[in-house]
Structures are given as C-alpha cells and as structure tokens.
C-alpha cells in the first residue's frame, strides 16, 4: 500500500475518533464562543492547500469584530481577547479542523495552511510546502511555531515533505501535545499572532 494511501486512512481514522471523543468539547467550546465573543462561533477562511488548490478552512473564532469610527478592523493585538488567547494557547481553536481532516482538505500533520496571498510570494523552493497536503500541526509547530522566522519556519515545512514518514507523523502529534501542555511558541516576539509574511528581501 502506498505512503499517501496510509496516510489518509491513518488521517480518517484518527478524525473519527477524534470526533466521537470530543464532540462535548467541541459543543461546550461553541457555547462559550458564543458567548464571550459572539456569533458566528466558527472562523471560516480560504487557505491553499495541496498544490495550492484553495479550499475553506474552519477554526473556533478568537477574536471580536471590533472596529474603529470609519468601520475598518482594530489590530490583531485589539481583538483578541483574553479567552482568544486561551483557545489559542491550547489549540483548542483547531478543533474544527478536523472536519477538513475528514473531508480530505487536510491531514494531521503537514505544513500549516497559510494565507492565500502569499501564495506569489513563495520562492521555488518555499512552493514546495504545497506539495503535500496541509495540516492541524507540522513539523515547523514542534519546532517553534509562531516563534521562529518565516525562512525558519517554509525551511522546515519542506524538510517535512522531502522526509514524510508514519513513524515522524507519529512522533510530530506526540510533540505537539507536549507544546500544547507548555503552551510555547504561540506568537512571534512583539506580535499577537505571527507577524504578516511580505515575500522574500
């Protein structure tokens, strides 16, 4: 049986239970979205995935609709709140990404889907992270995150294509629930989330 082939039956399986398993979690965190930041509970965005093809992706929203006087979004910094935070720092924010896990726009582990503006911005050698199909965590999640460079973190992405394995899938979500315990590398140095990736110098 081919890699790819076990790597979707190892991806819908894991969403399944995963599903089963968390759907209370998944309900009492809709609930409090709801509350504390309001509707829409669920943050639904267009992000590229395998070969760049753009699919939506769907998180828990983290952040509040608040703007200034002629109607355009505060900062980032602004809008998240301080249970934005919370379901960042616990990933509790990417639980809906398992339906896309299901559904097959994305799998487990591999290169975190970014935005689809930064799609011409890619060298020859960044573009190779589309070559598989994007995921909840990555290789460039256990090692840094939010905190590393861009450079750092597409480096990473496409050492994970080239070395793709079970086995390393296996051992990036063990490391991924350790990251998520000491909740590190959530946003870059000075930023709320990541700061915005504007090409190469």
């Known amino acids: 049986m081919r890699r790819v082939t076990v790597k979707r039956l190892l991806d819908l ?4 239970v ?4 968390l759907w209370p979690v998944l309900l009492i965190v809709a609930l409090l979205v709801a509350v504390k930041l309001g509707r829409p509970v669920l943050f639904s965005q267009v992000r590229p995935g395998k070969h760049g093809r753009p699919f939506k992706m769907y998180k828990f929203r983290t952040m509040t609709d608040a703007r ?4 355009e979004l505060l900062p980032d910094s602004e809008r998240l ?7 960042r720092s616990t990933s509790l924010d990417e ?19 970014l935005l ?13 992270r589309h070559e ?6 990555g290789w460039a ?21 080239d070395h793709q394995s079970i086995w390393l899938d296996l051992k990036i979500i063990w490391l991924t629930v350790l990251k998520v315990i000491k909740r590190d590398g959530i946003s870059g140095e000075g930023e709320a989330t990541m700061s915005k990736f504007e090409g190469n110098a």
């Open 95 to 113: 639980l809906p990404e398992l339906w896309n896990v299901l559904v097959g726009n994305m799998s487990l582990v591999g290169p975190r889907p």
């Open 68 to 71: 200034d006087d002629s109607g």
């Open 13 to 16: 399986f894991a969403a399944i």
């Open 141 to 161: 999640q256990v090692n840094g995150r939010n905190a590393i460079s861009w450079q750092q973190k597409f480096d990473y992405d496409v050492w994970y294509v």
């Open 116 to 128: 689809m503006e930064y799609l011409p911005l890619y060298s020859e050698h960044q573009r190779r």
């Open 18 to 21: 995963a599903l089963l398993l």
């Open 132 to 137: 598989m199909p994007p995921g909840i965590t």
């Open 81 to 87: 709140t301080s249970f934005g935070r919370f379901l």
